[in-house]
């Protein structure tokens, strides 16, 4: 039984990063004037997005983007100075101006060319750029007659092509080239094999007495049973203009429901006739034309969007790189925290090569209140190895590596919050170290939550391994060799007042001797940090990935080596030996004469505070004698002595 065929309208999808390019265009090339501009639009088959013709930061390219399963629309975009302008439009002007325009390009033949001229559109909007406030109305202009029928209910294709007929159809379609695949179409030849086919060759096919069957086909953006997609109403007029008859007669059509071998089966055919008495389209009663979207409203007239919450720079900026980390949260991770590392403020002695990939994995990470300490300045052998630093920043003896390491976290991200402290850290057996700097180093740990140890030196890494301990603040230590890395989570005090050590060890906690000035009277290769280039990035990605996960557990600092988090396995440390490409997790308990993390240490500075730094400051030799050290190593010369005797004994009586 034949029926009125009704379209299923197109709904417009706006991606944020649309309006992102299209305020920028405004305010950076368009200015004052209203000047149409081509965009691209896409939809697609039901399965991937039914109904939807949707534009995003592409739509302003020279080109479409070429995706298999995604069609191309061909529109205009017009933005109004004011909202007085844009609500004053003559909207019936306008779809009539553009509606003829598609008529035009069917006279001409240029749809035949360029096929997805027929996925025609217009949106006319209004940017309140101060607010990001977003008023926009899409039209996809048709003509409003002829009226057309559908003789009974469409079929579905599975009743009219076999399964390895579709699987040609499938794979002809996706050979076509991309503005022609919206609307070509279908030749099953006598030997019922099946030939896909561009819209320009459709048509010259049907003046063939040749034996075979023709279909006309689009990619369809409908769902419904009965009601194809609003792509058909443009064509249609193509078929009536090139070939009259055929609509008289009637005509099959493929309704492409889906563009591969799964989907392809709720595609359905469509038999469609030319109501009798419509009038032809060049008629004067023929010449207006339909196509306004409804609103949200369900009635005709603008939608509206208020992006104040991503289109402000720093907010979408904070939006996108939060994107990634919440993604986690759908499937993967579930139970991850993004909360506490948002939240916690971090400390980097360091500013080098380790520190500025650290930094950048923090920011990875969602970690943006970050602090560099560093008394250095940008050599001219730094950018290429630090990633944080330009050419620009040696010039002139060098910017500051802390502040210039700041700086730059800045301009990668305006929503950092970070801060360069210009500081040389006291040092054991340096008598040049100074007090104040101690003290600054001292409240620095105090006011941050976290600690990475990444200076170059051993020495350098003493105190504030003391004062995380003392404070009881996480501290991660990231060390290099020529071809070899360590990574190295210190073990916080049981008790906060040091009572009791720690439960693992920290980075000094293996060494039997207090350390010295690894500086003095060394060549220009000792001096410098010399590894293969790989190793730091491969260390600083360690040492953050072990705070993360140190930060997941419920224990956070105080997890033992043993358990595990969301993300897994919480090591104490992470040795790694890049020539062989191994890497070993080995764990050591604290030592109960470890010269910066015992509890003779910890009580020895609360109890004498500077006096106690300033002495070991001029002599190292004081933390062995504090922890007992000195006698242990005594005791070890005795043992030797005897042991030597006793040979010398049992020589003497042979």
């Given at each position: 039984?034949?029926?009125?065929?009704?379209f299923?309208?197109?709904?417009?999808?706006?991606?944020?990063?649309?309006?992102?390019?299209?305020?920028?265009?405004?305010?950076?090339t368009?200015?004052?004037?209203?000047?149409?501009?081509?965009?691209?639009?896409?939809?697609?088959?039901?399965?991937?997005?039914?109904?939807?013709?949707?534009?995003?930061?592409?739509?302003?390219?020279?080109?479409?983007e070429n995706?298999?399963?995604?069609?191309?629309?061909?529109?205009?975009?017009?933005?109004?100075?004011t909202?007085?302008?844009?609500?004053?439009?003559?909207?019936?002007?306008?779809?009539?101006?553009?509606?003829?325009?598609?008529?035009?390009?069917?006279?001409?033949?240029?749809?035949?060319d360029?096929?997805?001229?027929?996925?025609?559109?217009?949106?006319?909007?209004f940017?309140?750029?101060?607010?990001?406030?977003?008023?926009?109305?899409?039209?996809?202009?048709?003509?409003?007659?002829?009226?057309?029928?559908?003789?009974?209910?469409?079929?579905?294709?599975?009743?009219?092509?076999?399964?390895?007929?579709?699987?040609?159809?499938?794979n002809?379609?996706?050979?076509l080239?991309k503005?022609?695949?919206?609307?070509?179409?279908?030749?099953?030849?006598?030997?019922?094999?099946?030939?896909?086919?561009?819209?320009?060759?459709?048509?010259?096919?049907?003046?063939s007495?040749e034996?075979?069957?023709?279909?006309?086909?689009?990619?369809?953006?409908?769902?419904?049973?009965?009601?194809?997609?609003?792509?058909?109403?443009n064509?249609?007029?193509?078929?009536?203009?090139?070939?009259?008859?055929?609509?008289e007669?009637?005509?099959?059509?493929?309704?492409?429901?889906?563009?591969?071998?799964?989907s392809v089966?709720?595609?359905?055919?469509?038999?469609?006739?030319l109501?009798?008495?419509?009038?032809?389209?060049?008629d004067?009663?023929?010449?207006?034309?339909?196509?306004?979207?409804k609103?949200?409203?369900?009635?005709?007239?603008?939608?509206?969007?208020?992006?104040?919450?991503?289109?402000?720079?720093t907010?979408?900026?904070?939006?996108?790189?939060?994107?990634n980390?919440?993604?986690?949260?759908?499937?993967?991770?579930?139970?991850?925290?993004l909360?506490?590392?948002?939240?916690?403020?971090v400390?980097?002695?360091?500013?080098?090569?380790?520190?500025?990939?650290?930094?950048?994995?923090?920011?990875?990470?969602?970690?943006?209140?970050?602090?560099?300490?560093?008394?250095?300045?940008?050599?001219?052998?730094?950018?290429?190895?630090?990633?944080l630093?330009?050419?620009?920043?040696?010039?002139?003896?060098g910017?500051?590596?802390?502040?210039?390491?700041?700086?730059?976290?800045?301009?990668?991200?305006?929503?950092?919050?970070?801060?360069g402290i210009?500081?040389?850290?006291?040092?054991?057996?340096?008598?040049?170290?100074?007090?104040?700097?101690?003290?600054?180093?001292?409240?620095?740990?105090?006011?941050?939550?976290?600690?990475?140890l990444?200076?170059d030196?051993?020495?350098?890494?003493?105190?504030?391994?003391?004062?995380?301990?003392?404070?009881r603040?996480?501290?991660?230590?990231?060390?290099l060799?020529f071809?070899?890395?360590?990574v190295?989570?210190?073990?916080?005090?049981?008790?906060?007042?040091?009572?009791?050590?720690?439960?693992?060890?920290?980075?000094?906690?293996?060494?039997?001797?207090?350390?010295?000035?690894?500086?003095?009277?060394?060549?220009?290769?000792?001096?410098?940090?010399?590894?293969?280039?790989?190793?730091?990035?491969?260390?600083?990605?360690?040492?953050?990935?072990?705070?993360?996960?140190?930060l997941?557990?419920?224990?956070?600092?105080?997890?033992?080596s043993?358990?595990?988090?969301c993300?897994?396995?919480v090591?104490?440390?992470?040795?790694?030996?890049?020539?062989?490409?191994?890497?070993?997790?080995?764990?050591t308990?604290?030592?109960?004469?470890?010269?910066?993390?015992?509890?003779?240490?910890?009580?020895?500075?609360?109890?004498?505070?500077?006096?106690?730094?300033?002495?070991?400051?001029?002599?190292?030799?004081?933390?062995?004698?504090?922890?007992?050290?000195?006698?242990?190593?005594?005791?070890?010369?005795?043992?030797?002595?005897?042991?030597y005797?006793?040979?010398?004994a049992?020589?003497?009586?042979?």
């Amino acid at each position: 039984m034949a029926s009125n065929l009704l379209f299923s309208p197109f709904v417009s999808s706006i991606e944020p990063s649309f309006w992102h390019k299209a305020a920028q265009l405004k305010l950076e090339t368009d200015m004052l004037q209203e000047v149409p501009r081509s965009v691209w639009g896409y939809y697609s088959s039901p399965d991937v997005q039914p109904f939807s013709l949707s534009v995003d930061y592409s739509a302003f390219n020279v080109d479409p983007e070429n995706e298999s399963n995604r069609q191309i629309a061909c529109g205009v975009y017009l933005n109004k100075n004011t909202i007085e302008s844009f609500k004053a439009c003559d909207k019936k002007e306008l779809l009539k101006t553009y509606g003829e325009e598609l008529l035009k390009n069917v006279h001409s033949g240029a749809v035949l060319d360029n096929p997805s001229l027929l996925s025609s559109f217009f949106v006319l909007t209004f940017a309140d750029l101060k607010k990001f406030n977003f008023y926009y109305w899409f039209a996809f202009p048709s003509p409003a007659l002829p009226a057309y029928r559908n003789h009974g209910k469409p079929d579905n294709l599975p009743e009219i092509l076999s399964d390895s007929q579709m699987r040609s159809l499938v794979n002809g379609h996706s050979v076509l080239p991309k503005r022609q695949r919206g609307f070509f179409g279908v030749k099953v030849n006598d030997t019922d094999s099946v030939e896909v086919i561009t819209l320009k060759q459709y048509l010259d096919l049907t003046k063939s007495n040749e034996d075979f069957k023709l279909y006309l086909g689009f990619v369809d953006s409908s769902s419904y049973p009965e009601s194809p997609g609003w792509p058909l109403r443009n064509l249609l007029i193509v078929i009536k203009h090139y070939c009259p008859s055929l609509l008289e007669k009637g005509i099959d059509v493929i309704a492409l429901r889906g563009v591969n071998i799964h989907s392809v089966v709720n595609s359905l055919v469509f038999q469609i006739k030319l109501q009798e008495s419509s009038p032809k389209i060049t008629d004067d009663s023929a010449s207006s034309f339909v196509g306004w979207e409804k609103n949200n409203r369900g009635k005709y007239g603008p939608k509206f969007v208020d992006l104040s919450g991503i289109m402000d720079p720093t907010k979408l900026a904070e939006r996108a790189v939060s994107l990634n980390l919440k993604l986690m949260k759908w499937r993967l991770l579930p139970s991850l925290d993004l909360d506490v590392l948002k939240s916690i403020k971090v400390l980097l002695l360091g500013a080098g090569t380790l520190g500025c990939a650290v930094a950048r994995n923090l920011m990875a990470w969602g970690i943006h209140r970050i602090t560099f300490v560093d008394s250095g300045r940008v050599s001219y052998s730094n950018p290429v190895r630090q990633s944080l630093f330009l050419h620009k920043h040696c010039a002139d003896k060098g910017e500051l590596k802390a502040k210039a390491a700041a700086n730059a976290l800045v301009e990668i991200y305006p929503g950092s919050e970070s801060e360069g402290i210009e500081l040389s850290i006291p040092m054991p057996n340096h008598t040049t170290s100074d007090l104040k700097s101690a003290e600054v180093l001292d409240s620095l740990i105090s006011s941050h939550d976290v600690v990475f140890l990444l200076t170059d030196s051993r020495e350098s890494r003493w105190l504030p391994t003391l004062l995380a301990a003392g404070k009881r603040k996480i501290a991660i230590t990231a060390a290099l060799g020529f071809d070899s890395y360590l990574v190295l989570r210190h073990g916080i005090p049981l008790e906060a007042d040091g009572e009791g050590g720690a439960k693992l060890g920290c980075y000094f906690c293996n060494d039997i001797t207090a350390p010295g000035n690894s500086q003095a009277d060394r060549t220009l290769d000792q001096q410098c940090t010399v590894t293969r280039p790989g190793v730091s990035s491969i260390a600083a990605s360690l040492a953050v990935e072990l705070l993360v996960s140190l930060l997941q557990h419920p224990l956070k600092g105080c997890a033992d080596s043993k358990e595990d988090c969301c993300l897994g396995f919480v090591p104490h440390s992470i040795r790694g030996f890049l020539a062989q490409f191994q890497q070993m997790l080995p764990s050591t308990p604290a030592f109960s004469q470890c010269i910066a993390c015992s509890p003779a240490v910890l009580q020895e500075y609360r109890k004498r505070g500077n006096d106690f730094l300033q002495e070991v400051f001029k002599n190292s030799k004081h933390l062995e004698e504090l922890t007992g050290l000195t006698q242990l190593h005594s005791k070890t010369e005795e043992a030797d002595i005897w042991e030597y005797s006793d040979e010398e004994a049992a020589g003497d009586s042979t």
